[in-house]
């Protein structure tokens, strides 16, 4: 249909699209311009420098928050990857199960849980269980990410499987491989792009992650974005910018890279 | 070797429910290229998967030499099959596809190497052997399906249509080669296809499907100058269908009496005919074109078409049907004729055959 309805052109379009963008990047860009500010403001510009880098590089606080930060997010991703696998096994490479789509509403279930009511569930259970055992270090953080991950990790890791040509599981077996081995030899090589695209997204989702981490956190247990927010309540500085600038770099190398990863096609 | 018996495989339930597999019976037997052939949907690809392992029968039993195969999976059949669309390992190299097999079932690795060695030598693919899968042409892709399926020397080598990706002068290679293989390795071939003339060039024997079930097992010759039923000889070849009287038969000659009135005899299969109006198939080149005062059946040419090596002649009979009469053309063919000229058609006795209804 060649004259079908195009929304591109409507009048008004190309202005309503041009507002988005601008309303989308131009505080981004206005963050990452003023961290190179020379003076104290995040509003008056006068001049250019590394200085609030070097200040943020030399802050033990944003040092140690940063820690803690990669820390959760390395565990939460592999934590969550390795569920998101089994998971998307199980809703893809089985015979057809009862409950297979409630599992399947189940396992997407913080995608569509408000945060904070899962944030006030998890400080209620986890304070529980803090009294019950004395336990207070990071492992409430690593599960409460881990959660939360899990359908970021499991959605391009399915995808990738439901994408796969099913015979070449079925050649294997032909040829004498038992499940493992199918599993080992076949599906898994050709699902590591989306196990890594998965593991990506978990990281950088838990990396920005505030609600829950603000609830979950025990004192002295600030991550990176929850450290930024509680600056922000006293003197801003154009530090936090320098902090937001390095951040969001890294974001978008793993969001980019998780882009690539997805897009890869089998050869 | 391969014993089949009473196959059926329902898919789905209740009012989905659909019979692809209806009460399949077949023997095949060591060292033979077998033949399922069919039209697409007859249920060809269920009956390779059933023996494969990837389908359970809903009834009926698999064997092989004597053993049931039905409650091994399949990575414990002594069958490999060459899947239709190759289906290589993308993240291997050549000889790495080829050598899955055996590796998988524990053999050492130097006997590994050497037996690829020799299917890359049999498939004449070794200068490829560290090519990535993604880096050969369809051809290659075929030889190295074929070889990885071979390797482990399977008991059955099971093909499903592993040639109808293949433009037509490739097909016609691998279908010598296959041929040539077969031969060579001793390995019973199952081969699947819907082309009827693939399925004659190749086989020893063809069994031709429709509609879940198998309609008549011969070889090629048998199925194709004796077709037991309408839909064998509609299938196979282009056939001229005539209503004629059977008036008794006396083992497998039938006496006939034509439209016209004319009596010859023909093939007729001793069980399932019996006398009264029946359904005689005649081959277009088994007939010939006649003075119509001498012919079994007078008519009218329609039309002539020339094919190159041969002539189509299509002639309207007194009683409406329309016959085709195929005719080789030689060099001295004199005898011209044109549409409109009135023709008769005949052909010898006992080369029609009756067909059971
Ligand atoms: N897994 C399945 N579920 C439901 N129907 C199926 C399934 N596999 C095959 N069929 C049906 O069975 C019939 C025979 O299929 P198939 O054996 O693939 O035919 P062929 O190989 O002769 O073309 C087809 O009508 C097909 O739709
Ligand atoms: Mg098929």
């Given at each position: 249909?060649?004259r ?26 206005l ?23 070097i200040s ?8 140690a ?30 015979k ?15 995608l ?7 944030a ?15 336990y ?27 994408g796969?040509d ?13 499940p493992w081995?199918?599993?080992?030899r076949?599906?898994l ?15 950088v ?30 003197v ?12 969001l770099?890294?974001?978008?190398l ?9 897009r890869?096609?089998?050869? | ?5 009473n ?9 989905a ?17 077998f ?13 390779l ?21 039905l ?36 053999k050492p690795k ?23 899968t993604?880096?050969?042409?369809g051809?290659?892709?075929?030889r ?53 003339e ?7 024997r ?17 199925i ?12 196979i ?11 008794r038969t006396?083992g ?26 029946v ?10 074109l ?25 002639v ?7 016959f ?9 063919q004199?005898?011209?004729r ?13 080369v ?5 209804d």
């Amino acid at each position: 249909m060649a004259r079908g309805f195009d929304v591109r052109r409507q009048t008004g379009f190309n202005t309503i699209a041009i507002c988005c963008f601008i309303l989308l990047y131009a505080p981004i860009i206005l963050i990452v311009v003023y961290s190179f500010n020379k003076g104290n403001s995040i509003a008056i510009w006068e001049g250019f420098s590394w200085r609030w880098y070097i200040s943020a590089w030399d802050n033990e606080k944003v040092q140690a928050a940063t820690i803690r930060s990669v820390v959760i997010a390395f565990w939460a991703s592999m934590l969550s990857t390795f569920a998101a696998v089994l998971a998307a096994l199980a809703t893809t490479r089985t015979k057809p199960w009862r409950g297979q789509s409630f599992i399947f509403a189940m396992i997407n279930q913080p995608l569509m849980v408000p945060e904070i009511v899962t944030a006030v569930s998890l400080l209620i259970v986890f304070a529980s269980i803090k009294v019950a055992t004395g336990y207070t270090g990071l492992g409430y953080l690593v599960i409460a990410h881990t959660a939360f991950c899990i359908p970021f990790a499991y959605m391009p890791i399915r995808a990738r499987l439901q994408g796969m040509d099913l015979t070449l599981e079925q050649a294997a077996s032909d040829l004498y491989a038992t499940p493992w081995q199918t599993f080992r030899r076949v599906t898994l090589p050709q699902l590591t792009p989306g196990i890594l695209a998965g593991a990506m997204l978990a990281f950088v989702i838990s990396l920005d992650d505030v609600v829950i981490t603000e609830f979950v956190k025990s004192a002295g247990q600030d991550t990176l974005p929850t450290y930024m927010l509680g600056q922000l309540r006293r003197v801003v500085t154009p530090e936090i910018n320098a902090i937001s600038t390095v951040l969001l770099a890294f974001s978008v190398l793993l969001v980019t890279g998780f882009f690539l990863l997805s897009r890869t096609r089998k050869q | 070797m391969i014993e089949i018996a009473n196959v059926t495989k329902v898919f789905g339930q209740g009012e989905a429910a659909f019979r692809a597999l209806d009460g399949v019976s077949v023997t095949i037997d060591e060292n033979e290229f077998f033949t399922l052939l069919g039209p697409s949907g007859c249920g060809k690809t269920t009956l390779l998967r059933t023996i494969a392992g990837f389908v359970d029968p809903t009834s009926g039993s698999v064997k092989l030499d004597g053993q049931s195969l039905l409650e091994s999976p399949p990575y414990k059949r002594p069958v490999n099959t060459v899947f239709q669309s190759y289906a290589l390992f993308p993240h291997m190299t050549v000889a790495q596809n080829i050598g899955f097999g055996l590796e998988m079932q524990g053999k050492p690795k130097s006997e590994v190497q050497e037996t690829v060695a020799e299917m890359l030598e049999l498939v004449r693919m070794t200068p490829m052997a560290d090519r990535q899968t993604g880096q050969i042409s369809g051809g290659q892709q075929q030889r190295v399906a074929l070889a990885r399926a071979l390797a482990p020397r399977p008991k059955v080598l099971l093909l499903d249509e592993p040639l109808s990706a293949l433009d037509f002068k490739l097909r016609k290679e691998m279908q010598l080669e296959l041929k040539r293989l077969q031969s060579e390795t001793g390995i019973t071939f199952i081969f699947v296809t819907h082309d009827q003339e693939e399925a004659l060039t190749m086989s020893d024997r063809i069994a031709v499907m429709s509609e879940g079930a198998i309609r008549q097992i011969g070889g090629p010759r048998d199925i194709y100058d004796h077709p037991a039923e309408r839909f064998v000889a509609d299938f196979i070849g282009d056939t001229n269908f005539l209503e004629v009287e059977l008036l008794r038969t006396e083992g497998e000659e039938g006496r006939i009496r034509l439209a016209s009135g004319a009596e010859t005899t023909a093939r007729a299969l001793s069980g399932g005919v019996s006398a009264g109006t029946v359904t005689l198939a005649v081959r277009p080149e088994h007939a010939d074109l006649a003075d119509p005062a001498e012919a079994l059946l007078p008519g009218t040419l329609a039309e002539v078409v020339y094919f190159g090596t041969d002539t189509h002649y299509h002639v309207d009979l007194e009683d409406g049907t329309r016959f085709v009469v195929r005719q080789q053309n030689t060099p001295a063919q004199v005898q011209r004729r044109a549409a409109g000229d009135r023709v008769g058609v005949t052909f010898a006795p006992g080369v029609g055959q009756v067909l059971r209804d």
